[in-house]
């Protein structure tokens, strides 16, 4: 056990530190581990502010879907970080990239983002992201984010995101409470220049260590 965060294994603070990580596009031989990583997010005590899908449909989905999901297309993309030093190539986040097109008005949608509960607070989200931004080529990037995820919007914030002043109900209906249905409130991204293109033409993108603690 270390003795400075009282873990051991992946979630130890020393270990975070050595480990080196990779951020990819995931291909069509990967759905297993797309399908693992995406049925923890959302067994994740945040899910419900975090996603539309439900644990048990996803836990229904067929070898094929997760295939598709996991297959780069013109309209859609998958980004995974994987622990380049964990046995079985351990996938540690994710992020899907949707190409949206309102009239002439092109956009790059986030959906999906997420970072097992242990690799949080090391960087590795941003770093995530911003190849996500950097993937859009230079198209403005918007996500939604749960008026009542106040770290996810202070995430998206801090790397330039800001308020669009549009929302939409959360599918879920009425919240708990009783009160009027719950929004997501749409955040976006300014376009930037053109960087990596779109079409998936490398395997990794670069190595990269996480921030400390």
């Not at 330039?160 to 997501?184: M, N």
Request: proline content about 8%; aromatic content about 6%; overall charge positive.
């Amino acid at each position: 056990m270390c003795r400075r965060c009282l873990f051991t294994g992946p979630a130890c603070c020393q270990h975070r530190r050595m480990a080196a990580y990779v951020v990819r596009h995931t291909e069509a031989r990967d759905w297993r581990a797309l399908r693992s990583l995406r049925l923890a997010a959302l067994r994740d005590p945040v899910a419900p502010l975090a996603f539309y899908e439900q644990y048990r449909d996803a836990l229904r989905l067929p070898r094929e879907e997760w295939q598709r999901r996991a297959t780069p297309r013109a309209d859609a993309l998958t980004l995974v970080v994987e622990n380049l030093r964990e046995e079985g190539a351990t996938l540690l986040g994710m992020v899907v990239l949707l190409a949206r097109a309102e009239g002439p008005e092109r956009h790059v949608q986030l959906v999906g983002v997420y970072a097992r509960p242990e690799y949080r607070g090391t960087g590795l989200a941003r770093k995530l992201l911003r190849e996500a931004v950097d993937r859009a080529a230079g198209r403005e990037v918007r996500l939604f984010v749960h008026e009542r995820n106040v770290r996810a919007a202070r995430c998206y914030a801090a790397m330039g995101f800001e308020p669009t002043g549009r929302s939409e109900e959360v599918p879920e209906g009425p919240s708990p409470l009783g009160h009027e249905p719950e929004q997501a409130l749409e955040m976006a991204l300014a376009p930037r220049s053109p960087g990596t293109s779109w079409a998936p033409t490398r395997t990794t993108t670069g190595i990269f260590l996480p921030d400390g603690g």
